[in-house]
């Protein structure tokens, strides 16, 4: 097993509390994705499709990142990079509904990162062609892995 410096050590915690199973298993952490913007062709109307529009998506994945914290490898975590790229990919893909489009991230997301244990997922579009006046309007989605 390889040595590493226990980051609750570092940050003045003592080891019978920082090196606790217990302590490290029910840490929450979250590794999130804020108001990422997308030029995408999703709308159940044809022209939506062929026109396009904004869209804006908060992501929120729920991660242990105590191995991480400890050893400074990305390797331990699930890299916010990565998780960009897969929505990208998601995004580039014409929908009609965005919750078809929610449903395919959160889908590839589990299946990527099985270290994901929930998936807090804002899909939005930015004036849409309804005759409202509002900034935006879409779908939210809160996920577990089973």
Known sequence: ????????????????????????????SYIFLDNVRFFA???????EREVGNEFVINLKLKVDIARAAETDDVTHTVSYADVYENVKAEMEIPSKLLEHVCGRIIKRLFRTFPTVKAIELKLAKRNPPMGAD?????????????
């Open 1 to 28: 097993m390889e040595e590493y410096t226990c980051f609750l050590c570092l940050l003045g915690g003592n080891s019978y509390f920082c090196h606790s199973p217990n302590i490290l298993f029910d840490m929450n």
């Open 134 to 146: 509002l900034d935006a309007a879409g779908v939210e989605v809160q996920c577990e892995r089973a």
């Open 41 to 47: 062709y999703h709308g159940v109307g044809q022209q």
